[in-house]
């Protein structure tokens, strides 16, 4: 895992409550523990622990509303300056001192009638530029402290396993249709992603080796091509499977039976879907047209898998 470029903003309010659904109110200082701020009715063993709004945000909704808002008034723990966390993503981070934030949300459903803002304006800011954070380590917080923020890249590696493409005798088009796959996917997202490409020869200690080294080096998804059938070259099920810590069966199995059911060839597919370490892997077929398949369907399902393979299900 590697974070982008830092950008520094400052802690202009810290506000609390001691019931939900509440605004809150500014204080001079707080701590933070593993489970949010000590004292605020949001803290709690969950993935909302602690509320990041933009000033910026706030002189916005104030000018198109006519009205002024006061830090707390949307319910927000953290009123930041400088900082434009409508670019912030799933799974980066910020740093207050000592303390370690990651995003584990953006935005939030409207309470609607619950919330007195709506009630009075017909709409509300927090719940289109707000986002929402757990602890990674705790501290102490007080106004006018340097709030940074750490994008993180997400790795995605595209591998494709032919030793005919390895040689320079056949052309790769499964592994750059994977990758385009993958940037259409993350074009709709706020993620910031590396994607890199690779070919090896149908060889399972070479895979074995670029699957380990994506597991130490924190790589967040790993999707192979090629060596899915029963050919005596075609291993790439074989290792994953050995490396797997979880296995994750669903998918496969439901895009073999959709396209098995007007190619059974497709049935002779041996794909499969795992997690090693941290790391999200799929092995697809060797062909364009069925990377096509496959990833209509991954897709569907990838930003969930992303999140609770990082230990985040917000259900």
């Given at each position: ?30 701590e ?51 900082i ?41 800011v ?87 080294a ?22 790439t ?17 439901y ?61």
């Amino acid at each position: 895992m590697k974070n982008a470029p830092p950008t520094e903003g400052q802690v202009v309010s810290l506000n609390i409550s001691k019931e939900k659904g509440a605004s809150k109110k500014p204080v001079n200082e707080v701590e933070v523990t593993m489970t949010g701020i000590a004292g605020d009715a949001h803290a709690g063993v969950w993935h909302r622990q602690i509320s990041l709004l933009a000033i910026e945000s706030v002189k916005r909704f104030s000018d198109a509303s006519g009205r002024a808002f006061g830090y707390g008034d949307f319910a927000e723990n953290i009123t930041t300056d400088g900082i434009n966390l409508l670019d912030a993503a799933m799974l980066d981070r910020f740093t207050i001192g000592d303390v370690e934030l990651e995003v584990t949300q953006l935005g939030k459903k409207c309470h609607g009638d619950g919330c007195a803002i709506y009630q009075e304006v017909g709409r509300c800011v927090m719940p289109r530029e707000g986002i929402f954070c757990r602890v990674l380590r705790g501290g102490n917080i007080k106004p006018g402290d340097a709030i940074v923020y750490h994008p993180r890249y997400l790795e995605c590696r595209v591998i494709t396993l032919s030793d005919r493409a390895h040689q320079g005798a056949y052309e790769d088009l499964s592994g750059p249709r994977i990758q385009k796959h993958l940037h259409d996917f993350f074009k709709k997202t706020r993620w910031h992603p590396r994607i890199t490409g690779n070919i090896l020869p149908d060889d399972a200690a070479l895979l074995r080796q670029a699957l380990d080294a994506a597991k130490d080096e924190r790589v967040d998804i790993v999707i192979t091509t090629g060596g899915t059938g029963i050919g005596p070259r075609d291993i790439t099920p074989d290792v994953v499977t050995a490396l797997a810590d979880k296995l994750i069966p669903g998918i496969m199995e439901y895009i073999r039976v959709a396209c098995g059911a007007t190619k059974p060839n497709a049935l002779l597919s041996r794909s499969v879907a795992a997690v090693i370490g941290g790391t999200l892997v799929y092995t697809l077929p060797g062909s364009a047209k069925a990377v096509d398949e496959y990833m209509s369907e991954i897709i569907k399902t990838l930003e969930h898998a992303l999140l609770m393979a990082h230990g985040l299900d917000a259900h």
